[in-house]
């Protein structure tokens, strides 16, 4: 089977996902999530990237990031194999912990990131874990809202587009994700799994491919 291809790209948006081998946990209580966040912020500062949205689930997670340098591959393959050291080592297993390769999707964040962080966080809700996104704390909706101080997370992107008063921003965003808990996953518009925007978006990308 043909890998899928992987593009990097200095200041450049990603979605990222990862889910557990076989579709199993990659958390098995709180802690997992704890050490994982940690190993994410570590992450972040080596290879300096930004954290704009991010949601861990039991058997599997979701970033949005952005890049600053081409490493996209190091920094996730840091994160993965850090806390999957840690995962090995506490629960005495061995094996893969992650199915395969992680996946990831150029993101044109003038006209998705909106949708792409809302789609992110909403992951609790359409799982059926949760009634209220307030009540889930391993997202970064928390942060969004202002009812946590993160320092993995950088929300302002996001909320400086929809209102330059934070306030403004923060209830839109609130309101946004309530009117669209059925949400479709968007990554079913990107262009073969690769990138999510719009059609100039895609073409300069399809001229990266091609050169």
């Given at each position: 089977?043909?890998?899928?291809?992987?593009?990097?790209?200095?200041n450049?948006?990603y979605?990222?996902t990862?889910?557990?081998n076989?579709?199993?946990?990659?958390?098995?209580?709180?802690?997992?999530k704890?050490?994982?966040?940690?190993?994410?912020?570590?992450?972040?500062?080596k290879?300096?990237?930004?954290?704009?949205a991010y949601c861990?689930?039991?058997?599997?997670?979701?970033?949005?990031?952005?890049?600053?340098k081409?490493?996209l591959?190091?920094?996730?393959?840091?994160l993965?194999?850090?806390?999957?050291?840690?995962?090995?080592?506490?629960?005495?297993?061995?094996?893969?912990?992650?199915?395969?390769?992680?996946k990831?999707?150029?993101?044109?964040?003038?006209?998705?990131?909106?949708?792409?962080s809302?789609y992110?966080?909403?992951?609790?809700?359409?799982?059926?874990?949760?009634?209220?996104l307030?009540?889930?704390p391993?997202?970064?909706y928390?942060d969004y809202?202002?009812?946590?101080?993160?320092?993995?997370t950088?929300?302002?992107?996001v909320?400086?587009?929809?209102?330059s008063?934070?306030?403004?921003?923060?209830?839109?965003?609130?309101?946004?994700?309530?009117?669209?808990?059925?949400?479709?996953d968007?990554?079913r518009?990107?262009?073969h799994?690769i990138a999510?925007?719009?059609?100039?978006?895609?073409?300069?990308?399809?001229?990266?491919?091609?050169?």
């Open positions: 089977m043909v890998r899928p291809l992987r593009l990097s790209f200095e450049t948006f979605h990222i990862t889910r557990g076989r579709r199993e946990k990659i958390f098995y209580s709180d802690r997992g704890e050490v994982f966040l940690k190993k994410l912020k570590e992450m972040l500062i290879y300096t990237m930004t954290c704009h861990l689930m039991d058997n599997h997670y979701h970033l949005f990031i952005k890049t600053t081409p490493n591959s190091q920094g996730i393959h840091y993965n194999s850090a806390y999957t050291n840690w995962f090995r080592n506490k629960h005495q297993i061995t094996g893969p912990l992650f199915q395969g390769r992680f990831s999707i150029l993101v044109d964040v003038d006209n998705y990131a909106l949708m792409l809302a992110i966080h909403l992951n609790p809700i359409r799982a059926g874990i949760i009634r209220q307030e009540d889930y391993w997202s970064s928390l809202l202002n009812l946590r101080k993160s320092n993995i950088d929300p302002s992107f909320l400086n587009l929809i209102d008063n934070t306030l403004k921003a923060i209830k839109k965003y609130r309101n946004y994700l309530i009117e669209n808990q059925d949400m479709k968007p990554i518009e990107s262009y799994c999510l925007g719009s059609t100039t978006f895609i073409e300069k990308i399809k001229e990266k491919i091609e050169y």
